[in-house]
């Protein structure tokens, strides 16, 4: 507080710095959530003037809706399926690439991150056709190996489409967390590997009780953060089901939900309600992440 | 299970801890194997890439029958078919505008809060600052409806000011570029300035933004990828086919072309190809920027 006295201290003036982002945020953020909130105790159509208060309607119904739990089991299934990999992939190229007497790895490294650049409806529309059952090329390359005998049909099966959602979500992700583990591994110091190589540890003893438990703040950052973005799926799946969820809402995650309540079926107090679901999940989920990764650090 | 045998080996090895040895090189047997392993995850993640610029040379009858792995000459037969229906370097300079003006406006906004809040203590600046941090956990479907219904109500629908204007407020931006502020602009510059009669927006301007550039710099390259790859967005505000941005653009050539798979292989490859080549060349600054802040989610 001594600065106060200072005859050049203009730190009031900040005010004036920050005002913008608090208008853009207030109008573009705080109050567009304050409004989904109350359309969500309406039943709406988004078009007519009059609006329906149907209090806690759209939640009681929210909470008995099949077709919602049905979307959260796709959500974490097609992002479980491409977590698992994801995480294993990344932190055995990140242990590999810190190695710094490795040749290309910063090649390497740059392709394995491409994929996470590309716009993912633009990728969800080549995988389309890549997996398309007639004329796709992961068909030609299955029959031309003989793999198959007949051309799959992807897109027909539960497993198969969320599978290819799953390969997506991995093929676009693993690259980015490589390098998030790869920063993380930096900051591991050296000594403690060429110690435990004294002590005679092999690589892997190295690995399990020096690596894993000096990443796991890198892990749970990149946990969490899949975790958040993989509850927000869209784009994909949306693209690769033309907007169905197909076959029969097995493909159909929560936020293709709440887009086609709103947006298809004009239910805005619905789809509001879904919006506030998937919010409270998120925190849920988000917090038994922390935990989870966390417990064993806390009997340390 | 694992945390018992680690507590083990930590405590055996905090004793050894002080001696140095320089690392043993020791050609490993399964380096073969492990160079095979990441060449084959390359080709990999190369694959569809490479199946796409094929594909976008070849001819319909040829896609559909055949696994291409060499370019054919049917790329400008696929192009004219595909801009024939579908306008799509207006998608793509109206994607551009809209990628290129909200860089702008997220970096400049950004860098402009992170410098009040990193150089001027104001009441409540914790309190505020810790609002920005805390509004990054916010997932952005939340308000979803309310910010359709608010654009809709504004008129805005069709517009691409609902698209940019609310990048003034971005959190992540601002977090990665105040930690760089902190160190990068020196107290002793601004006072000298404040005494040679500079106002305190003219500091910011002439003094203190180009110190940090670099932070904006790499900041933005994140904002106009994201956002010239943004699709929900887009699709519930944008109606008229003459605004649509790329990916909306080219989601909807599935429907213009149900059987022409060149014209749409070549209407993804438009989109594709710019942005590999521009990795190409800002490959290291792309991934390095990734590590610095560590806030992508």
């Known amino acids: 507080m001594l600065k106060r006295k200072n005859k050049l201290d203009k730190g009031r003036y900040g005010i004036f710095f920050i005002i913008p982002y608090f208008v853009a945020y207030i109008v573009f953020s705080i109050y567009p959530i304050i409004y989904s909130f109350y359309i969500s105790f309406q039943k709406w159509d988004g078009m007519s003037p009059d609006a329906t208060f149907v209090g806690l309607a759209n939640y009681s119904k929210l909470i008995h809706d099949p077709v919602f739990y049905q979307s959260i089991i796709n959500t974490f299934t097609i992002w479980g399926f491409a977590i698992v990999p994801q995480m294993g992939f990344a932190i055995l190229l990140a242990v590999w690439f810190n190695n710094s007497k490795m040749m290309g790895k910063e090649t390497f490294r740059a392709i394995f991150y491409l994929p996470n650049l590309i716009t993912p409806a633009a990728v969800a529309l080549l995988f389309s056709f890549i997996f398309d059952w007639q004329t796709g090329a992961a068909n030609n390359i299955l029959l031309k190996f ?129 919006g506030y679901g998937l919010f409270m999940l998120i925190l849920i989920f988000s917090i038994i992440t922390f935990k989870v990764i966390n417990r064993n650090a806390e009997y340390e | 299970m694992e945390t018992k045998v680690n507590d083990k080996a930590n405590n ?206 790499t900041m933005s390259i994140f904002t106009f990828i994201a956002t010239w790859n943004n699709y929900l967005l887009p699709l519930i505000l944008l109606s008229d086919m003459d605004m649509y941005t790329l990916p909306i653009m080219q989601v909807a050539s599935r429907g213009v072309y149900k059987n022409e798979f060149g014209a749409i292989y070549t209407c993804i490859a438009i989109s594709v190809v710019p942005v590999m080549v521009a990795f190409a060349f800002f490959s290291k600054k792309i991934i390095g920027g990734l590590t610095m802040g560590g806030v992508k989610g």
């Open chain 2, 12 to 217: 055996k090895m905090s004793i050894k801890m002080p001696i140095k040895v320089p690392i043993k090189l020791s050609v490993s047997p399964g380096k073969v194997a492990v160079y095979t392993f990441l060449i084959v995850l390359a080709v990999l993640c190369f694959t569809p890439f490479y199946i796409m610029l094929m594909n976008s040379t070849h001819d319909n009858g040829e896609i559909a029958t055949h696994l291409w792995l060499t370019p054919g000459t049917s790329l400008m037969d696929n192009y004219h078919s595909l801009i024939v229906s579908l306008p799509i370097w207006r998608g793509f300079f109206n994607s551009l505008f809209v990628a290129t003006t909200t860089t702008i406006v997220s970096g400049y906004f950004s860098a402009l809060t992170a410098y009040g809040f990193s150089r001027y203590k104001f009441k409540g600046n914790g309190v505020l600052y810790t609002i920005v941090l805390g509004s990054m956990m916010i997932p952005g479907q939340l308000g979803f409806i309310g910010f359709y219904q608010l654009v809709s109500s504004m008129d805005l629908i069709n517009n691409y000011i609902p698209l940019i204007i609310p990048a003034v407020a971005s959190a992540g931006s601002v977090f990665f570029i105040k930690g760089y502020t902190d160190g990068a602009v020196h107290e002793s510059l601004i006072e000298a300035a404040r005494i040679d009669g500079c106002g305190e927006f003219t500091i910011f301007n002439k003094i203190a933004l180009p110190l940090i550039m670099p932070a904006v710099a």
């Open chain 1, 146 to 274: 003989h793999i198959v005998s007949e051309p799959i049909n992807w897109f027909l099966g539960e497993m198969t489409s969320r599978g290819i959602m799953s390969l997506i979500a991995w093929w676009m992700w693993f690259g980015y967390s490589m390098i998030i583990f790869g920063a993380g591994l930096k900051n591991i110091p050296t000594e403690l590997y060429e110690a435990a190589s004294i002590d005679g540890a092999s690589a892997w003893q190295s690995f399990t009780s020096i690596t894993i438990p000096l990443l796991r703040p890198t892990i749970l950052y990149s946990c969490v953060t899949s975790l958040i973005g993989g509850m927000q799926m869209f784009d994909v799946p949306y693209v690769l089901t033309g907007g169905t969820g197909r076959p029969g809402n097995t493909t159909l995650t929560m936020v293709m939900y709440l887009y086609n309540t709103a947006f298809q079926n004009l239910n805005y107090g619905y789809g509001a309600a879904i």
